[in-house]
Protein backbone atom coordinates (compact mmCIF):
# COMPACT_ATOMS: atom_id res chain seq x y z
CA UNK A 1 0.00 0.00 0.00
CA UNK A 2 1.23 3.56 -0.80
CA UNK A 3 1.10 4.78 3.20
CA UNK A 4 0.51 8.44 3.85
CA UNK A 5 4.04 9.75 5.39
CA UNK A 6 2.68 11.33 8.51
CA UNK A 7 -0.27 11.46 10.82
CA UNK A 8 -3.18 13.73 10.36
CA UNK A 9 -5.67 13.85 7.05
CA UNK A 10 -7.37 11.01 8.10
CA UNK A 11 -9.06 10.99 4.47
CA UNK A 12 -6.30 9.03 2.78
CA UNK A 13 -6.00 6.17 5.57
CA UNK A 14 -9.48 5.76 4.64
CA UNK A 15 -8.58 5.67 0.81
CA UNK A 16 -5.67 3.66 1.05
CA UNK A 17 -7.76 1.13 3.08
CA UNK A 18 -10.26 1.11 0.76
CA UNK A 19 -12.60 1.16 4.25
CA UNK A 20 -15.63 3.35 3.85
CA UNK A 21 -15.04 6.97 6.32
CA UNK A 22 -17.56 6.69 9.31
CA UNK A 23 -20.10 9.69 9.70
CA UNK A 24 -18.17 10.55 12.75
CA UNK A 25 -14.52 9.35 13.28
CA UNK A 26 -11.50 10.80 15.48
CA UNK A 27 -8.16 11.60 14.63
CA UNK A 28 -5.58 10.05 17.14
CA UNK A 29 -2.94 10.11 14.39
CA UNK A 30 -1.96 14.19 14.60
CA UNK A 31 -0.13 14.03 18.20
CA UNK A 32 -0.56 18.12 19.17
CA UNK A 33 -1.94 19.60 22.56
CA UNK A 34 -5.88 18.06 22.46
CA UNK A 35 -6.75 20.97 24.53
CA UNK A 36 -5.77 23.42 21.38
CA UNK A 37 -4.53 26.98 21.09
CA UNK A 38 -4.22 29.14 23.53
CA UNK A 39 -7.19 31.35 23.89
CA UNK A 40 -5.64 34.97 23.47
CA UNK A 41 -4.60 33.58 20.26
CA UNK A 42 -8.24 34.25 19.27
CA UNK A 43 -8.58 36.85 21.51
CA UNK A 44 -5.97 38.93 19.13
CA UNK A 45 -6.66 37.10 16.07
CA UNK A 46 -8.59 40.58 15.04
CA UNK A 47 -4.72 42.92 15.83
CA UNK A 48 -2.84 40.02 13.65
CA UNK A 49 -4.79 40.57 10.66
CA UNK A 50 -3.45 43.78 10.17
CA UNK A 51 -0.75 42.86 9.96
CA UNK A 52 -0.72 41.13 6.64
CA UNK A 53 -0.80 43.95 4.49
CA UNK A 54 2.72 44.39 5.74
CA UNK A 55 6.05 42.07 5.50
CA UNK A 56 7.24 40.73 8.71
CA UNK A 57 9.98 40.91 9.44
CA UNK A 58 12.49 38.64 8.30
CA UNK A 59 15.26 38.65 11.06
CA UNK A 60 12.31 37.99 13.59
CA UNK A 61 14.02 40.21 16.31
CA UNK A 62 11.52 40.42 18.72
CA UNK A 63 10.84 36.65 19.17
CA UNK A 64 14.28 35.99 19.13
CA UNK A 65 15.27 38.31 22.20
CA UNK A 66 12.24 36.02 23.58
CA UNK A 67 13.84 32.50 22.87
CA UNK A 68 17.04 33.98 23.86
CA UNK A 69 15.55 34.93 27.23
CA UNK A 70 13.87 31.99 27.62
CA UNK A 71 16.77 29.18 26.21
CA UNK A 72 19.88 31.12 27.64
CA UNK A 73 21.54 31.29 24.32
CA UNK A 74 22.08 34.31 22.43
CA UNK A 75 20.12 35.62 19.36
CA UNK A 76 22.93 34.63 17.24
CA UNK A 77 22.40 31.52 17.58
CA UNK A 78 18.96 31.48 17.72
CA UNK A 79 17.29 30.26 14.00
CA UNK A 80 13.43 30.85 13.33
CA UNK A 81 11.92 28.76 10.45
CA UNK A 82 8.39 27.47 9.17
CA UNK A 83 8.32 24.47 11.25
CA UNK A 84 10.40 21.89 12.21
CA UNK A 85 9.92 20.42 8.82
CA UNK A 86 11.71 23.71 7.15
CA UNK A 87 14.56 23.32 9.97
CA UNK A 88 15.18 19.41 9.22
CA UNK A 89 15.48 20.37 5.10
CA UNK A 90 17.70 23.44 5.92
CA UNK A 91 20.04 20.93 8.47
CA UNK A 92 19.94 18.30 4.96
CA UNK A 93 21.11 21.25 2.93
CA UNK A 94 24.50 21.77 5.07
CA UNK A 95 24.90 17.93 5.55
CA UNK A 96 24.84 17.29 1.46
CA UNK A 97 27.30 14.31 -0.03
CA UNK A 98 27.99 13.84 4.28
CA UNK A 99 27.62 10.90 6.48
CA UNK A 100 24.80 10.65 8.69
CA UNK A 101 23.26 8.55 11.54
CA UNK A 102 20.01 8.35 12.37
CA UNK A 103 18.90 6.44 15.78
CA UNK A 104 15.73 4.63 14.76
CA UNK A 105 12.74 4.37 15.11
CA UNK A 106 12.31 8.22 14.09
CA UNK A 107 10.68 10.92 12.24
CA UNK A 108 10.60 10.14 8.76
CA UNK A 109 11.87 13.60 7.59
CA UNK A 110 15.35 13.60 8.83
CA UNK A 111 16.01 10.73 6.36
CA UNK A 112 14.16 12.47 3.79
CA UNK A 113 15.72 15.61 3.86
CA UNK A 114 19.17 13.76 3.75
CA UNK A 115 18.07 11.87 1.05
CA UNK A 116 16.96 14.67 -0.47
CA UNK A 117 20.68 15.97 -0.63
CA UNK A 118 22.43 12.78 -1.13
CA UNK A 119 23.79 11.98 2.09
CA UNK A 120 25.24 8.49 3.04
CA UNK A 121 22.44 7.10 5.27
CA UNK A 122 23.53 4.63 8.60
CA UNK A 123 21.18 3.38 10.69
CA UNK A 124 21.46 2.41 14.38
CA UNK A 125 17.83 0.86 15.62
CA UNK A 126 16.67 0.87 19.18
CA UNK A 127 15.65 -2.28 20.25
CA UNK A 128 12.06 -2.78 21.65
CA UNK A 129 9.82 -2.41 23.98
CA UNK A 130 12.41 -0.04 26.03
CA UNK A 131 13.87 1.56 23.17
CA UNK A 132 17.33 2.22 25.73
CA UNK A 133 19.82 4.53 24.17
CA UNK A 134 23.28 2.72 24.44
CA UNK A 135 26.15 5.30 24.03
CA UNK A 136 28.56 3.17 23.93
CA UNK A 137 26.98 1.23 20.88
CA UNK A 138 26.82 4.52 19.30
CA UNK A 139 30.02 5.59 19.62
CA UNK A 140 30.99 2.50 17.67
CA UNK A 141 29.84 3.92 14.61
CA UNK A 142 30.37 7.56 14.58
CA UNK A 143 33.71 7.40 12.88
CA UNK A 144 33.57 9.39 9.64
CA UNK A 145 30.12 10.31 10.29
CA UNK A 146 29.18 14.05 9.80
CA UNK A 147 25.69 14.22 12.10
CA UNK A 148 23.86 12.20 13.96
CA UNK A 149 20.16 12.87 14.13
CA UNK A 150 18.14 12.05 17.83
CA UNK A 151 14.61 12.53 18.75
CA UNK A 152 14.14 13.42 22.19
CA UNK A 153 11.20 12.74 23.18
CA UNK A 154 11.68 10.40 20.47
CA UNK A 155 8.59 10.15 17.98
CA UNK A 156 6.98 7.56 17.83
CA UNK A 157 7.75 5.98 21.32
CA UNK A 158 7.52 9.33 23.42
CA UNK A 159 10.29 8.13 25.33
CA UNK A 160 12.73 10.83 26.66
CA UNK A 161 16.53 10.42 27.15
CA UNK A 162 18.11 11.52 29.80
CA UNK A 163 20.80 15.25 30.21
CA UNK A 164 23.72 12.67 31.56
CA UNK A 165 22.97 10.18 28.03
CA UNK A 166 22.62 12.85 25.85
CA UNK A 167 26.11 15.03 27.03
CA UNK A 168 27.96 11.71 27.06
CA UNK A 169 26.71 10.82 23.52
CA UNK A 170 27.72 14.73 22.64
CA UNK A 171 31.29 14.16 24.45
CA UNK A 172 31.57 11.32 21.98
CA UNK A 173 30.73 12.77 18.94
CA UNK A 174 32.81 15.84 19.66
CA UNK A 175 35.73 13.72 19.88
CA UNK A 176 35.14 12.59 15.82
CA UNK A 177 33.83 16.05 15.32
CA UNK A 178 30.58 14.77 14.51
CA UNK A 179 27.23 17.24 14.88
CA UNK A 180 24.58 16.04 16.72
CA UNK A 181 21.13 16.96 16.36
CA UNK A 182 18.81 16.99 19.16
CA UNK A 183 15.07 16.82 17.76
CA UNK A 184 12.68 18.81 20.46
CA UNK A 185 9.37 18.94 19.34
CA UNK A 186 7.81 17.29 22.18
CA UNK A 187 10.37 19.01 24.99
CA UNK A 188 7.64 21.04 26.75
CA UNK A 189 5.44 18.00 27.49
CA UNK A 190 7.67 16.19 29.61
CA UNK A 191 6.98 17.01 32.87
CA UNK A 192 10.34 16.89 34.32
CA UNK A 193 12.49 19.14 31.93
CA UNK A 194 16.01 20.25 32.57
CA UNK A 195 16.66 22.18 29.59
CA UNK A 196 19.79 20.95 27.69
CA UNK A 197 20.13 24.11 25.47
CA UNK A 198 22.49 26.35 27.96
CA UNK A 199 25.44 23.94 26.26
CA UNK A 200 24.98 25.35 23.04
CA UNK A 201 27.72 27.99 24.20
CA UNK A 202 29.85 25.03 25.27
CA UNK A 203 29.49 22.53 22.42
CA UNK A 204 29.93 24.10 18.98
CA UNK A 205 28.35 20.30 17.64
CA UNK A 206 24.94 20.52 19.10
CA UNK A 207 22.59 21.41 17.09
CA UNK A 208 18.88 21.79 18.69
CA UNK A 209 15.50 21.37 16.95
CA UNK A 210 12.16 22.70 18.46
CA UNK A 211 8.58 23.44 17.00
CA UNK A 212 5.86 25.30 18.97
CA UNK A 213 3.46 23.49 16.63
CA UNK A 214 3.05 21.02 18.92
CA UNK A 215 2.18 22.58 22.80
CA UNK A 216 0.45 25.46 20.70
CA UNK A 217 -1.81 23.33 18.63
CA UNK A 218 -0.95 25.38 15.16
CA UNK A 219 -0.10 22.84 12.67
CA UNK A 220 -1.73 25.36 10.58
CA UNK A 221 0.65 28.23 10.81
CA UNK A 222 3.88 26.74 11.21
CA UNK A 223 6.87 27.88 13.71
CA UNK A 224 9.65 26.33 15.25
CA UNK A 225 14.02 26.89 15.42
CA UNK A 226 17.15 25.92 15.62
CA UNK A 227 19.88 26.76 18.61
CA UNK A 228 22.93 25.89 17.15
CA UNK A 229 26.46 27.71 17.40
CA UNK A 230 26.88 31.31 15.43
CA UNK A 231 28.85 29.23 12.33
CA UNK A 232 26.14 26.85 11.81
CA UNK A 233 23.25 29.20 11.81
CA UNK A 234 24.83 31.42 9.67
CA UNK A 235 24.76 27.79 7.03
CA UNK A 236 21.50 27.36 7.48
CA UNK A 237 20.39 31.20 6.95
CA UNK A 238 22.67 30.91 3.72
CA UNK A 239 19.63 28.25 2.37
CA UNK A 240 16.51 29.81 4.22
CA UNK A 241 14.07 31.70 2.10
CA UNK A 242 13.62 35.53 2.70
CA UNK A 243 10.45 35.78 4.87
CA UNK A 244 10.33 31.96 5.49
CA UNK A 245 8.49 33.18 8.82
CA UNK A 246 4.79 34.59 8.05
CA UNK A 247 3.26 37.60 10.42
CA UNK A 248 0.76 35.90 11.68
CA UNK A 249 2.88 32.67 13.20
CA UNK A 250 5.44 35.34 14.44
CA UNK A 251 2.83 37.50 16.24
CA UNK A 252 1.39 34.48 17.78
CA UNK A 253 4.49 33.08 18.86
CA UNK A 254 5.43 36.27 20.50
CA UNK A 255 2.15 35.33 22.56
CA UNK A 256 2.91 32.22 23.40
CA UNK A 257 6.35 32.74 24.87
CA UNK A 258 5.30 35.11 27.29
CA UNK A 259 2.60 32.56 28.32
CA UNK A 260 3.94 31.05 31.91
CA UNK A 261 0.74 29.14 32.87
CA UNK A 262 -0.61 27.24 29.25
CA UNK A 263 2.50 24.93 29.25
CA UNK A 264 1.84 23.81 32.82
CA UNK A 265 -1.83 23.36 32.28
CA UNK A 266 -1.30 21.27 28.98
CA UNK A 267 1.45 19.03 30.90
CA UNK A 268 -0.89 18.24 33.82
CA UNK A 269 -3.71 17.36 32.01
CA UNK A 270 -1.62 14.99 29.83
CA UNK A 271 -0.09 12.91 32.96
CA UNK A 272 -3.91 12.46 34.08
CA UNK A 273 -5.10 10.99 31.05
CA UNK A 274 -2.02 9.29 29.59
CA UNK A 275 -1.74 7.09 33.57
CA UNK A 276 -5.47 6.72 33.06
CA UNK A 277 -4.93 5.01 29.68
CA UNK A 278 -1.80 3.59 30.65
CA UNK A 279 -3.72 1.84 33.62
CA UNK A 280 -6.86 0.45 31.17
CA UNK A 281 -3.92 -0.85 28.80
CA UNK A 282 -2.20 -2.73 31.18
CA UNK A 283 -5.76 -4.74 32.72
CA UNK A 284 -6.86 -5.24 29.19
CA UNK A 285 -3.47 -6.73 28.34
CA UNK A 286 -2.20 -4.33 25.97
CA UNK A 287 1.16 -3.53 25.17
CA UNK A 288 2.18 0.16 25.30
CA UNK A 289 5.79 1.95 25.05
CA UNK A 290 6.59 4.05 27.87
CA UNK A 291 5.88 6.85 26.87
CA UNK A 292 6.67 10.79 29.09
CA UNK A 293 4.86 12.95 26.67
CA UNK A 294 1.13 13.44 24.92
CA UNK A 295 2.10 9.89 22.27
CA UNK A 296 2.35 6.45 22.93
CA UNK A 297 2.81 3.79 20.68
CA UNK A 298 0.48 0.42 21.43
CA UNK A 299 -0.04 -2.94 20.19
CA UNK A 300 -2.19 -6.10 20.97
CA UNK A 301 0.60 -9.01 21.82
CA UNK A 302 -2.60 -11.67 21.20
CA UNK A 303 -2.05 -10.48 17.73
CA UNK A 304 0.80 -11.37 15.29
CA UNK A 305 -0.14 -8.65 12.99
CA UNK A 306 -1.71 -5.53 13.92
CA UNK A 307 -3.54 -5.37 10.84
CA UNK A 308 -6.66 -6.61 11.78
CA UNK A 309 -6.46 -4.43 14.66
CA UNK A 310 -5.62 -1.02 12.71
CA UNK A 311 -8.85 -2.01 10.80
CA UNK A 312 -11.29 -2.42 13.31
CA UNK A 313 -10.32 0.76 14.84
CA UNK A 314 -10.76 2.53 11.93
CA UNK A 315 -14.23 1.15 10.96
CA UNK A 316 -15.17 1.91 14.33
CA UNK A 317 -13.97 5.95 13.64
CA UNK A 318 -10.48 5.23 15.47
CA UNK A 319 -7.70 6.56 13.28
CA UNK A 320 -3.95 5.41 14.52
CA UNK A 321 -0.99 6.40 12.78
CA UNK A 322 0.37 3.70 11.13
CA UNK A 323 4.04 2.66 11.71
CA UNK A 324 4.93 1.00 8.23
CA UNK A 325 7.24 3.72 7.58
CA UNK A 326 9.24 3.46 11.08
CA UNK A 327 12.70 2.04 10.59
CA UNK A 328 12.30 -1.64 12.60
CA UNK A 329 8.56 -1.13 13.60
CA UNK A 330 6.90 -1.60 10.04
CA UNK A 331 3.63 -1.93 11.16
CA UNK A 332 3.95 -4.16 14.23
CA UNK A 333 3.17 -1.07 16.49
CA UNK A 334 0.13 1.83 16.42
CA UNK A 335 0.77 5.49 17.89
CA UNK A 336 -1.83 7.10 19.36
CA UNK A 337 -2.13 10.87 20.46
CA UNK A 338 -3.75 11.45 23.66
CA UNK A 339 -7.14 13.69 22.96
CA UNK A 340 -9.64 15.20 25.24
CA UNK A 341 -10.99 13.04 28.07
CA UNK A 342 -14.40 12.17 26.16
CA UNK A 343 -12.12 10.77 23.13
CA UNK A 344 -10.28 9.07 25.19
CA UNK A 345 -12.73 6.91 27.03
CA UNK A 346 -14.45 6.65 23.60
CA UNK A 347 -11.00 4.92 22.54
CA UNK A 348 -11.20 2.66 25.68
CA UNK A 349 -14.89 1.82 25.40
CA UNK A 350 -13.89 0.91 21.26
CA UNK A 351 -10.88 -1.69 22.84
CA UNK A 352 -13.09 -3.46 25.49
CA UNK A 353 -15.29 -4.08 22.51
CA UNK A 354 -12.06 -5.68 20.28
CA UNK A 355 -11.30 -7.91 23.71
CA UNK A 356 -14.48 -8.75 23.41
CA UNK A 357 -14.01 -10.45 20.42
CA UNK A 358 -14.68 -13.99 19.74
Known amino acids: MNWP ?94 NVLLIEPAFSEYESACSANDCQIFYHQLDEPAWELNVEEITSKLSAIDAVFLCTPNNPTGIGYSNETIVKLLEECKKTDTLLILDEAFYDFLEDYTPISPLIKEYSNLVIIRSMTKMFAIPGLRLGYILANPRVIDKLSGYQPHWSVNALAMSAGELFLQDTYFVQNIVNYIRSEREKLFSFFLAEGFEFSPSQVNFYLLRDPLEKEQMPLFTFLLRRGIVPRHTFNFPGLEGKWLRFAIKSTEENNYLMEVFEEWRQLP
Open 5 to 98: KHGSNPQYIYKETGIPKPEKWIDFSANINPLGSPQILKEKWLDFYQKINDYPDPHTQVLKKLISNKTAVDPESILLGNGGAELIALLGRILAGG
